[in-house]
């Protein structure tokens, strides 16, 4: 896999999310290290507030959205990067009125998603 | 560093490259595990064919290029995604009428990069 274009991998509903879908653009299968990953939270979509085992290294696409890290509350549009730590509670409205996309890089460890009273 | 906006980070010049910048949007200090880059290629511009030590996870935000990765051709834009294994040669040439932008990830592991004939 040296080139692919990121418009013809398949996506999957994202479970607790309210219209976010995920495409996986390089697999942990494919690279020794870290993934990547595309995520799209559709207009009036989110995220609710979670955890996860690994850090997330963010870069946003296309839209804007209201991010909540740390209960510190962030308005993120195109060009934005994000670092959310392992462990801390983190959530996504979309406030736009477009879709709102991201890249979303993790390690190739195990992760678990729980969700966070907010 | 929860948000950062990828425009306001200072670029470097990166060495053996033809107009060629790297801006570290997320740095190996940052992050435990892998690092974000952004480089910018201007119209024209383009870095030599080189190996490294650690793999790439690269996205293409803009313009167009032509990438070679071990001897195969590819033309790349917007939207791309490219995978470079650890050691394989790779180089890039400018092939439009504006910058090339990429996000170039890698992980948090000594890195060497080597010029090779091509």
Redesign the interface.
């Known amino acids: ?7 013809n991998i398949p996506e999957t509903p994202v479970a607790n999310g309210v219209g976010v879908r995920k495409a996986v ?2 697999s942990a299968e ?5 993934a ?1 990953r595309r995520f799209t939270i559709e207009t009036g979509g989110g995220m609710p507030l979670h955890t996860n085992l690994v ?1 997330h ?1 963010q ?1 946003v ?1 296309r839209g804007r959205a209201r ?1 909540r ?2 209960g ?1 509350i ?1 308005e ?1 549009s195109a ?6 730590p392992a462990d801390v509670p983190h959530d996504y409205t979309n406030i736009g009125n477009e879709p709102f996309v991201f ?1 979303c ?1 993790v ?1 190739n460890q195990k992760d678990v998603t729980t969700l966070v009273e907010g």
Chains 1, 2 share one sequence.
Do not use: K, T
């Open positions: 896999m040296p080139v692919r274009n990121s418009q653009l390089i494919e690279a020794p290290n870290f990547m850090e290294e870069y696409l991010v890290i740390a510190e962030f993120v060009g934005d990067v994000l670092f959310i890249l890089l390690p």
